[in-house]
């Protein structure tokens, strides 16, 4: 856990014809363990993403979740393994398409 924010970097493009979302929670994972009153260099072993995913979820009921909509040709950056999100289909009935790679970028060094 404590070494989700060194993850490698997603890029995703909406190569569709249609929008689509990305929804996400504005904390990363040494936040939610931070807000949970949980050591912040948790190991995997101790904390795993789907627990703490659930568990924080339950402390934080109302906790707000962001949605961007991406037009066509729209993309975004970001830590997948850092972060509570999802990607989600366009509510239009048309093909949904997106084109995602991942890896470490020599700009992400330096956040």
């Known amino acids: 856990m404590h070494r989700r924010d060194s993850s ?3 890029f995703a493009v909406n ?3 249609s929008h689509r979302y990305l929804i996400f929670a504005p904390w990363t994972v040494r936040g939610m363990l931070s807000r949970l009153g949980k ?3 948790s190991r995997s ?4 993403s789907v627990s703490l995913k659930e568990e924080y979820l339950s402390a934080f009921p109302r906790e707000p979740l962001f949605r961007i909509r991406l037009e066509p040709g729209d993309a975004y950056l ?3 393994q850092n972060l509570i999100h999802d990607g989600a289909t366009n509510d239009s009935g048309s093909a ?3 084109l995602l790679m ?3 970028y020599a700009w ?3 956040r």
């Open 78 to 80: 970001c830590a997948p």
């Open 108 to 110: 992400s060094q330096s």
């Open 45 to 48: 072993e101790d904390t795993d």
């Open 96 to 98: 949904d398409v997106a």
């Open 15 to 17: 190569i569709g014809f």
């Open 39 to 41: 050591p912040t260099e």
């Open 102 to 104: 991942s890896g470490d």
């Open 8 to 10: 490698q970097i997603l």
